[in-house]
Structure formats: C-alpha cells, structure tokens
C-alpha cells in the first residue's frame, strides 16, 4: 500500500470490554430493539471485566524489553480505547490521539440492535443488502469506506513523520479489520467474510512486520498476554462492525 509501507511493525489494540459491549449483548440476546446506553458512544467506559484487561497489558508491557514497545502510541479518542491505552502504557513518551481512530458512526441505526434495524427501518435494511455492508451508509452514519479512508490518510500522515518506527494503535473491532483491508490488501468481499465469521476480542493484539511484499500479519487477534496476567479475553461484539 503506497504511503504507509515504511513502519518496521503496525499493532492493534482492540479497547478493553466496554459498558457499552455488555449493554449490547443483553440487548442482542433479549431480542429487544434498543441497547440501553445513556452515553453518547464517544463517552461509553470500560466495564470492570475492561479495566481488568487493561489493568493485564500494563503487566505484559512491563515485562516486554524496551526494544519492543511501541516508538509512538496512538489512540482513538473514546474513552473506552483511551483508557485502555493509557493504563496500559501509563508514561510513554509519545502517546497521541487522533479522531481519524474513533468507532464507526451509525447515524439512525445508533443504538439498534439487529433486530431493531429490521423492525424501524426495513427500507435500510434493504438497501444495505443491495449496496452490501462496505458500501452502505446509515443516513447520517458512515460506511465500512468511509472509515477506511480516514484510516488511510492517519496512516499516510504517521509514515511521514514515523517512518521506520514501531507504530501502536488502541482502537476499535472495525478498526482491526480495515487494517488488514489496507496493510495485506484483502478484498472487499474476504474481509467482510473475516469479519462475519470472527469476533476480535476485547485486549487484543493484531500486528504486522514489514516484508519484502509490503506488511505480513504476525499476530491475529492475540489474547494470550490477558491470559498470563490475571485477565480473563471477552468476544463481545461492537455495536458498528457487526449490527448496521
């Protein structure tokens, strides 16, 4: 991929869990049609079992020799990763934030379930099968495109100030997949595949090293650092890579 191919390594942070994910399946396994949350999504913390997790990577990065952390640390500006990533790596010297990183914006499905999209908004729900889920924009919302683009420019800016650096980046289950979309260039159609068959779990690490054919996917959607410090990995699916 032209413009980020010059990182030594790109990881992945997925959020510890969230209210917001545990407020989600309750939702999704009741049947009901709203997921009660009361913040607005930027604003949705991290559940106990998340500051669990987050509480784990401190451990794991604690105990990684200095040669493997991350030159520069960046996050999304939910408090959901921010937390994560600043208890996770408390005092490292180049920790940003970037809105380029947030969750992807649902417009008039925020708050829906599956079930609940189907039930207000059939018309959306037929329009979604027609352009398929990449392409499809909830009015006033983003696609699956919109948010990759935003990706893609982060990317292009922190390789021209980072270039040759380790790169960390706390963000979202969409997040995690658009990387692969971009760094190993997967369809369209396989990452959706992806996507659809896997849950990336709260705490993990999905990375990549540098190649002689661009980025090679080193650790897929890793949870064994949760494992070996005291936390227990939840698959708790985000409400906008799996619900609109």
Known sequence: ??????????????????????????????????????????????????????????????????????????????????????????????????????????????????????????????????????????PGGESWADVALRLRALLGDLERVHRGRRVLLFAHEVTAHLLRYLLECVPERDILAIAHNTVVPNGSLTSWVRGERGFELEHEHVTDHLRAHGARPTESEDEAAHSA
């Open 1 to 138: 991929m032209p413009g980020v191919t010059d990182f030594a390594w790109i990881g992945l942070i997925r959020h510890g869990e969230s209210t917001g994910n545990v407020a989600r399946e309750v939702a999704e396994s009741g049947g009901h049609e709203v997921i009660d949350i009361a913040e607005r999504d930027a604003d949705v913390p991290l559940s106990e079992q998340g500051r669990r997790q987050a509480e784990a990577l401190a451990r794991w990065f604690a105990e990684l020799p200095r040669a493997q952390w991350p030159d520069v640390v960046v996050s999304s500006p939910y408090l959901r990763a921010l937390d994560t990533a600043r208890t996770a790596l408390r005092g490292h010297p180049l920790m940003l934030v970037d809105e380029r990183l947030r969750d992807r914006e649902l417009g008039v499905l925020d708050l829906l379930t599956t079930h609940g999209v189907a039930a207000r908004y059939p018309e959306e729900l037929a329009r979604k099968r027609r352009l398929g889920k990449f392409y499809y924009r909830p």
